[in-house]
């Protein structure tokens, strides 16, 4: 048995005589209400709309008979029902369907609507598209930065490790200033006191990494016979250019 809700229409509907099965009495108001139900549909007024469907649906499936003038037509030239239209058999068997426009908008709305609908569908798929290259983009470039900042950090050391090859290769040579000032290890900056230090600073300054460490190397070559790619100092510049593939990392590489 379910439980009772004490609550409900239902249990105040339904007959509460003295003796009587509580799930019993449930059933029968259960049943009483749905012959109400039944009742109150039967006895609605259908409307205008209703109606009209209800009398197009039974015109639709019924058959064409002969008070069909078009039928009778077809009959008279030999058409039998259930036959194929042709004079071989190869049109259609069945009426061409109907169909029914039952809303208030104008011809040509439902055209309309599906073409904005696709445009819509279009423009979001060109939206995720043009997303989609603006993040490869930005991955690429992000990418480009990367190796970039690799590369210089690459020369930077290659650098630092020139200059202090050049200023060991230099005192060994007794030569006690260098021939650029950034040719060497730059002091610290509380021993830079002197003014055409400076200027020479401000000169330097003026040229890129890869243009330093191209000179210095240049010059690590042309005077001592050293190079920084192979760790090694020649005998003369004959020994330099036989032994030693170039005057670059890629030529290294």
């Known amino acids: 048995d379910e439980e009772e809700d004490y609550m ?8 509460v005589r003295p003796g009587l099965p509580i799930a019993r009495r449930v059933k029968e108001a259960i049943q009483k209400e749905e012959k109400q ?96 290259q603006a993040n490869e983009q930005a991955a690429d470039q992000f990418r480009i930065r990367c190796k970039t900042k690799q590369e210089e950090r690459k020369m930077e050391g290659d650098l630092r490790k020139s200059q202090r090859a ?12 260098p021939k650029e000032t950034w040719f060497w290890i730059e002091p610290e900056e509380e021993d830079k006191k002197d003014v055409e230090d400076k200027e020479d600073e401000c000169t330097s ?22 190079c920084i790619w192979c760790g090694t100092t020649y005998e003369d510049s004959d020994d330099l250019s036989s032994y030693c593939p170039g005057d670059s990392a890629a030529d290294h590489d």
């Not at 050049?166 to 006690?176: H, P, S």
């Not at 003026?206 to 005077?223: F, G, N, Q, W």
Request: hydrophobic share 30%.
């Open 8 to 15: 409900s229409d239902l249990f105040i509907k339904q007959d």
């Open 37 to 132: 139900k039944e009742a109150n549909e039967k006895n609605r007024q259908k409307s205008i709309k209703e109606e009209e469907k209800e009398r197009r649906d039974l015109v639709l499936k019924s058959a064409l008979g002969n008070e069909n003038k078009g039928f009778a037509l077809l009959q008279k030239m030999g058409y039998k029902s259930g036959q194929a239209l042709g004079k071989s058999g190869e049109g259609i068997v069945e009426p061409i369907p109907l169909n029914i426009k039952t809303g208030r908008s104008g011809l040509g709305h439902e055209e309309l609507k599906k073409r904005k609908a696709e445009e819509k569908l279009e423009n979001y798929r060109q939206k995720l598209h043009m997303k989609k």
């Open 166 to 177: 050049c200023q060991q290769l230099d005192m060994q040579k007794d030569i006690g200033v």
């Open 205 to 226: 300054s003026d040229l890129s990494v890869s243009e330093k460490l191209h000179i210095l190397t240049a010059y690590l070559r042309e005077e001592h016979f050293y």
